[in-house]
């Protein structure tokens, strides 16, 4: 399916998109992409995969227990 793809191809596909939606809107369009691409990301990978997850990157660390002393 990609095999004539060439640089001009993607050269006139980035003029197309330059048309259509004009430079002004690009920086917010590319900004939208990156946060759906994000959101994908998290809600694809694994529960217990999330970022900074202490039990995923120290098998050895244990979870912190809350503080009994304060009263709400």
């Known amino acids: 399916m990609w095999q004539g793809f060439t640089g001009w191809h993607a050269l006139i596909i980035l003029v197309v998109i330059l048309l259509l939606f004009g430079a002004p809107k690009l920086p917010a369009l590319a900004r939208s992409l990156g946060q759906s691409m994000k959101i994908l ?20 660390a244990k979870p912190e227990e809350p503080d009994s002393s304060k009263t709400s």
């Not at 990301?41 to 970022?51: F, I, L, Q, T, W």
Request: charged fraction near 40%; charge should be negative; proline fraction near 10%.
């Open 41 to 60: 990301k998290s809600e694809v990978r694994p529960e217990g995969k999330a970022d900074g997850d202490a039990a995923t990157t120290d098998p050895a």
